[in-house]
């Protein structure tokens, strides 16, 4: 197949990793944010961003720094393109929030930029591209925002390299409540400050709810979801970093909410719900938490969504 098409867009969705039980393993997409790229071909070889917009301008244009083009540099020396790209970058998510941006770019940077592509690659094959530019960003290997952002659904990183990534079914019900306060933290640095080693007991707790998790997803089972949303590893190393959010989880919890963590490594977080009308009160209760401390908050409640990165034109 020989394509004439010389531009092509495409949308990533804002994405929560860890999902309490899973550092590093489970993420899952939300609807109505996240970030639009638009690629075409150009005569140059290599890869130059010509424009950053939106809601964070404050991003480097050099090509071989910025997640979204890491990728599409190794794609191109793979398939010995005689051609290069020129990038287009639409930020819907804002920048160190814990929702997964660098995620989204690169995903929907290497879906534009594939289509584009004589012989396009399949899906499956864009992962570890994208996950070039994840490295960039975020200075570890962890496929927990690239994975959901690029396939949809919540999603098990069982290995990513060889990739082995697994769709993971939830109860339809479950809304999602994701707060961003108004905060920055660098997923690097977060990063950095873990602890290096954990206790056996820990491990025991963590892999118990891991686990219960996992099953109750499979199971249909909200009971034994909510008795499994801990962690009890990374949170109690986090929390500290997020002021109001261990009184907007208590307020969550307290209203009902299957279970309420950090989105990535923050300073977003995040709670489930088990209906709309929870969901909303949920939101509303955990803004006022965060809006004591100071801070104000941009929030969204929706499904657990089972849409990846797709092509807009
Ligand atoms: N698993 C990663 C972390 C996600 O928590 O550091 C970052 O978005």
């Known amino acids: ?27 899952f997409p939300i609807e109505g944010v996240g970030d639009e790229v638009t690629v075409s071909r150009s005569a140059g ?8 917009e939106g809601i964070n301008q404050n991003i480097t244009l050099e090509a071989d720094k910025n997640t979204a083009t890491v990728g599409l540099i190794q794609l191109l020396k793979d398939v010995n393109a005689d051609f290069g790209f020129s990038v287009s970058i639409k930020k819907g998510i804002p920048m160190s929030s814990g929702m997964g941006g660098s995620a989204s770019s690169a995903v929907a940077a290497i879906v534009a930029a594939n289509a584009l592509l004589d ?16 490295m960039v960003a975020s200075g570890g290997l962890h496929g927990d925002n690239i994975a959901p952002a690029l396939f949809g659904g919540l999603t098990l990183c069982r290995s990513i390299s060889p990739p082995d990534l697994i769709s993971i079914p939830v109860p339809s019900r479950i809304q999602c409540i994701l707060i961003h306060p108004d905060l920055e933290v660098s997923t ?10 954990i206790s056996l007991s820990d491990h025991v707790r963590q892999s118990a709810a891991m686990g219960g998790f996992i099953a109750g997803c499979f199971k249909d089972d909200l009971d034994l979801i909510q008795r499994s949303f801990k962690d009890v590893i990374i949170e109690p ?23 309420c963590a950090i989105s990535g490594s923050g ?15 949920i939101r509303e209760a955990m803004i006022q938490e965060f809006k004591i401390k100071g801070l ?6 929706s499904p657990i969504s089972t849409q990846g990165a797709r092509l807009s034109s």
């Open 1 to 27: 197949m020989i394509l004439d098409q010389v531009t092509a867009t495409a949308f990533a969705p804002a994405t929560i990793a860890n999902v309490a039980v899973g550092f590093d393993l489970l993420g």
């Open 45 to 52: 070889p290599g890869v130059e961003i010509t424009k950053i």
């Open 119 to 134: 012989h396009p690659l399949p899906k499956e094959k864009l992962f570890h591209y994208a996950m070039l530019g994840e």
């Open 188 to 197: 690097k640095e977060s990063r950095g400050k873990l602890k290096k080693e």
């Open 237 to 259: 190393q986090r929390s500290s970093q997020i002021p109001g959010f261990i009184e907007a989880k208590k307020t969550a919890l307290g209203l009902g909410a299957i279970g």
């Open 267 to 281: 300073p977003s977080v995040f709670a489930w719900a088990d209906t709309a009308e929870r969901a909303e009160m």
């Open 296 to 301: 104000k908050c941009e929030s969204w409640i």
